[in-house]
């Protein structure tokens, strides 16, 4: 069977009951969808949210889809183990080119005109300083005009009318450049915005491709299969034959409006300011669709960003120091990096820092390198690590100037007492808390020899519910 958003359903309801969720309560989008995820996310708990009922809309929401690392996993087909500890959740798979198809389920139905209105779909407001409803989830496939090779992005969109948003390309993404050169010679830009398919797809849009396209066949990889791809309608993009919904537009050439305040993944506000803005021609969708969104700052939102980003670290990592041997940004902050490696030589944690850096020199704050007895997807041990084996005089580098101003980091901007702000350069950190390189001698770490857990007969382990069964008197 194909897949798409609903074959990835059916994989989670019939995987663990109660992982996806109904509300059949009215919810206003306008903080009414974010609400319950907020509502599970202070319990600690992410089940995938499908809201039926939102009001002024004629599409349910599904939110909250893969924010947990097991529905990852079952999305990408590999035991979460290996999603979580493995360095590349893509090794060994091979790249699938799209493949043209013929029946496309995401153009049943068909919006021009006056009916393709934005305000009919359940775009939420997410969070309580957000500037209007913003697209999450939307993935936007552009053509670049020299190379002709087509290119998806997941891009921040700001709905500001029933026919116009804006649209954020951040830093070096390649969307920007691709609307760069529609813009000088003086022509919109196509662009279709894909809602609504299985996470691998998504997956495949933020993958770290090299050069601008390829993301189409980074999801083939992901998904195992050829994605099937149909021609737009009021443009020559290609678009996923099996998506929920397609938002077709062109990007104006020369029109800039104010986009903006949304709550980024760092859980902040900021960026904004004038951006490129979209004007919708039409909207197609599947009879029954689903509008899919991520909850913005949320977990969701950290987790689809983290995992590729340790893949393309992980590569690069490897290529400088070999030793190296587990990569994690950890799902709390994606300003963070731990990298655990065989130490052979004494520049081996400085050379592996550097190489994540440049991998992610948008986003990485600190660098933090331990040796391979530490488990880097325990927080405690790479504390206990930073604790024994780290000296802040000797094992401490600050760079200076390492990220670029402005973005979306509040680090990244100076502020002044009237809420004016203006972009800085902000610092970074490598924290070496690896032992010194062979030959020298450190100190061997405490264990109890595994032989003997492994020995460890849990059989006899019994609960004491009662003082009559101590063996001595109170």
């Avoid at 209007?132 to 009318?161: K, Q």
């Avoid at 973005?407 to 070496?432: F, K, M, Q």
């Avoid at 857990?453 to 019994?462: E, F, N, P, Q, R």
Wanted: glycine residues 8%.
């Amino acid at each position: 069977m194909t897949k798409d958003l609903r074959t990835f359903l059916a994989d989670v309801v019939a995987r663990e009951a109660g992982d996806l969720k109904r509300v059949s309560t009215p919810v206003d989008p306008r903080f009414g969808i974010t609400a319950y995820g907020a509502w599970y996310d202070k319990r600690n708990q992410y089940p995938a949210l499908l809201f039926t009922d939102v009001a002024g809309a004629e599409l349910p929401c599904l939110s909250n889809l893969v924010a947990t690392h097991d529905r990852m996993a079952l999305a990408l087909g590999v035991p979460v183990d290996t999603l979580t500890r493995s360095s590349v959740a893509t090794q060994g798979r091979s790249a699938h080119s799209p493949v043209e198809v013929s029946a496309a389920p995401v153009q049943e139905v068909v919006w021009r005109g006056a009916e393709a209105d934005l305000g009919r779909l359940p775009i939420p407001v997410h969070n309580e300083l957000d500037g209007g409803p913003f697209l999450t989830a939307a993935v936007a496939v552009m053509r670049d005009p020299e190379s002709g090779r087509l290119n998806a992005g997941i891009y921040r969109h700001h709905v500001y009318d029933a026919k116009r948003m804006g649209v954020w390309f951040f830093g070096s993404h390649d969307g920007g450049t691709i609307h760069r050169r529609y813009a000088a010679a003086g022509e919109p830009t196509p662009i279709a915005i894909v809602i609504g398919h299985h996470p691998a797809f998504l997956m495949g849009a933020v993958s770290r491709v090299p050069g601008i396209g390829g993301e189409y066949e980074a999801a083939g990889a992901f998904l195992g299969e050829s994605l099937e791809v149909v021609p737009a309608l009021t443009s020559d993009l290609l678009v996923p034959a099996r998506a929920e919904l397609v938002i077709e537009g062109h990007i104006l050439p020369a029109e800039m409006a104010e986009e903006g305040p949304f709550a980024e993944w760092p859980g902040h506000y900021v960026g904004g300011g004038l951006k490129p803005v979209i004007e919708v021609d039409a909207i197609t969708m599947r009879h029954d669709a689903i509008f899919q969104d991520i909850q913005a700052s949320g977990r969701e939102h950290r987790l689809m960003g983290a995992l590729p980003r340790i893949a393309s670290i992980h590569e690069a990592v490897r290529q400088k120091v070999p030793g190296l041997r587990a990569v994690n940004i950890p799902l709390h902050t994606r300003m963070h990096c731990y990298l655990s490696i065989r130490k052979e030589l004494d520049s081996d944690p400085t050379r592996a820092a550097f190489a994540a850096f440049n991998t992610e020199p948008e986003n990485l704050r600190a660098v933090i390198i331990v040796d391979d007895d530490i488990d880097v997807y325990d927080e405690r041990e790479v504390s206990w690590a930073i604790g024994t084996r780290f000296d802040a005089a000797q094992d401490l580098q600050v760079i200076p100037t390492w990220n670029g101003p402005g973005g979306l980091l509040p680090t990244n901007w100076s502020y002044d007492a009237e809420g004016g702000r203006t972009p800085r350069r902000s610092s970074a950190v490598i924290v070496d808390a690896t032992k010194p390189a062979p030959p020298v001698v450190f100190p061997p770490r405490a264990r109890v020899p595994e032989a003997a857990v492994a020995a460890v007969d849990i059989g006899a382990v019994s609960d004491v519910t009662s003082v009559s069964e101590l063996p001595w008197q109170i």
